[in-house]
């Protein structure tokens, strides 16, 4: 049976128990990241607040803390999350700002999906650029004050010109699962910044939309050397594979929205 505490989380079913304990821990961080909604000298010395027990708190983000060490795509997933649901939402805050002070008509529409995917870049710069595991040491240093275990930030990587497919061939290289997980996934990825492109900058050209799809990943790829991951080629033409993959599909709706116009 399920203690007093997790029936309160759950209650009728285990999706809830998800959702309503991930929202709960986004409040804490932010409660503790903005000292705005709760006095954090009275919460360390009474270990209460109005919310309920802090331990109550840190059980549920050892829930999700399993499952974002665990090295799954969910956990990726996770640990991106919150940071990309607060840029987005700052984001939304300030476009609607800046809208109505120009008096101009705010399509919702657009507005959504341009918000869409400034979560989908911020979530995809947390994974792709930053240091693997950055949010998750980041958390654990919110909660538990593991500061001293964060992985030094800014440090060169190291560079990987030659394709795993031409090492495969040379008996270099054994493409196991694990390879093609991370080739695949490298792919999927980058597949809704193509289908975002010609949505969000209305770029029609396919001739730019292409050219995009080569500059966008060695910019990545750039970024990345500054913050101790590689700049690899394969991660080069998975995520161009990826973009084209993403643009076909946006433009294939936009035709196919035209002829029923």
């Known amino acids: 049976t399920k203690p007093d505490v997790l029936i309160f989380l759950t209650g009728p079913g285990q999706n809830t128990y998800y959702i309503t304990g991930f929202l709960r821990s986004i ?14 000298a009275a919460v360390k010395e009474t270990g209460k607040s109005e919310f309920g027990e802090e331990e109550m708190f840190l059980d ?5 803390r399993m499952e974002m060490n665990s090295g799954s795509v969910l956990g990726y997933f996770l640990q991106a ?18 809208l109505k002070k120009k008096k101009i008509q705010i399509k919702w529409k657009k507005e959504a999906l341009q918000t869409v995917f400034i979560c989908y870049l911020t979530g995809l710069v947390s994974l792709v650029v930053l240091p693997a595991n950055f949010w998750l040491s980041f958390y654990d240093g919110i909660f538990f004050g593991w500061w001293n275990e964060m992985r030094q930030v800014f440090q060169f990587g190291g560079v990987n010109l030659v394709p795993s497919v031409i090492k495969c061939l040379n008996g ?17 990825m980058f597949v809704p910044f193509g289908f975002f492109l010609p949505l969000v900058t209305e770029i029609r050209n396919r001739r730019k939309l292409v050219l995009l799809a080569i500059v966008i990943p060695i910019c990545f790829e750039m970024a990345q050397l500054f913050f101790g991951r ?25 035709k196919a929205k035209s002829k029923d116009r």
């Open 81 to 98: 999350l919150p940071s990309a649901c607060i840029v987005g939402l700052v984001f939304l805050a300030i476009r609607s700002i800046i």
């Open 27 to 40: 409040f804490l961080l932010l409660c503790m990241e903005t000292h705005d909604m709760m006095d954090l």
């Open 172 to 188: 270099e290289l054994s493409l196991g699962s694990w390879a093609k997980t991370m080739l695949i996934g490298n792919i999927a």
């Open 230 to 254: 590689s700049f690899d080629v394969d991660d080069l033409i998975c995520n161009f594979i990826g973009i084209i993959i993403g643009a076909f599909i946006a433009y294939a709706i936009l």
């Open 60 to 64: 549920i983000y050892n829930f999700f």
